[in-house]
């Protein structure tokens, strides 16, 4: 006989299993370790990148944090300044060994010349946007816009504190080698010279029987961490001309570039 009694459903007892939680929710403990999967990908992948498997991971992670994602109860050792330090004088030395080893002929001042043009920070940001850690930098919470500005500033400071991290993770033979990797290219093309445009604006004065170019802070604007200085130069019977960037010398730096191209000054440049 068929039973035509509706089906009931009750409530489960204090012993019996809870339901499943929504579709829609995702345990914590399910949130922490896809996290924690989600970050050593993200880490395997820089490895990668630099050629360099970490045995102290806490260490990329610091060669990449800038001193504003760190949170007020922290250190700024925290951030990768200290590494920077370590790196600029290990990248330095590894380069200065590259270039004796390389130019058996070239005097002390030739070798000066090419060391100054290979570990200059535009060298180091460019060696960093080649492995493409432009987006794995660290912020706090600034706009987009400042975000942007900021990372392709420290660019060349995080290149110099990865190498600093690899020194102390794997020693001066793992560090040689990320150098050699990414600097021997470098090394070989012929040097440009090392013209500064202040320099050039200098020579450039003199030649014309003009004083020494003055340099005045119009503006500083962006917060502390990011700042931007707006620049003139000064010269007699010239209209001022302006500069704007990251640093003082920097917006010096553009301030003359600019008077230079002005006037057709040849030799000018604002990369040096």
Request: aromatic fraction near 6%; glycine fraction near 8%; charge should be positive.
């Amino acid at each position: 006989m068929n039973d035509e009694t509706p089906d009931i459903q009750t409530a489960p007892s204090s012993g019996e299993a809870s339901p499943e939680p929504d579709a829609g929710r995702e345990p914590v403990a399910a949130k922490k370790k896809r996290r924690k999967i989600s970050a050593k990908a993200a880490t395997a992948a820089i490895e990668e990148r630099i050629g360099h498997k970490f045995a102290d991971p806490a260490l990329l992670t610091t060669a990449f944090t800038h001193v504003s994602a760190l949170k007020s109860a922290r250190k700024r050792a925290d951030s990768y300044q200290r590494l920077e330090f370590l790196g600029d004088h290990v990248l330095g030395l590894i380069v200065s060994d590259m270039l004796y080893r390389a130019f058996p002929n070239a005097d002390e001042g030739e070798l000066s010349k090419r060391l100054a043009d290979l570990v200059r920070k535009e060298s180091c940001a460019d060696v960093a946007k080649s492995l493409g850690l432009f987006d794995d930098i660290k912020l706090g919470s600034v706009g987009a816009s400042a975000s942007a500005r900021l990372r392709k500033s420290v660019l060349g400071d995080i290149c110099e504190a990865v190498i600093g991290a690899v020194f102390l993770d794997g020693g001066y033979a793992a560090a040689a080698q990320f150098v050699e990797r990414n600097w021997t290219e470098r090394m070989r093309k012929p040097r440009r010279p090392l013209r500064d445009p202040k320099t050039v604006l200098q020579e450039w004065a003199q030649g014309k029987g003009l004083p020494t170019p003055v340099y005045r802070e119009i503006e500083r604007t962006g917060p502390h961490h990011d700042p931007q200085f707006r620049v003139a130069v000064d010269l007699p019977g010239l209209e001022p001309a302006e500069g704007i960037g990251g640093s003082k010398r920097a917006a010096e730096k553009v301030a003359a570039s600019a008077m230079i191209a002005r006037e057709g000054v040849a030799g000018g440049s604002n990369d040096g």
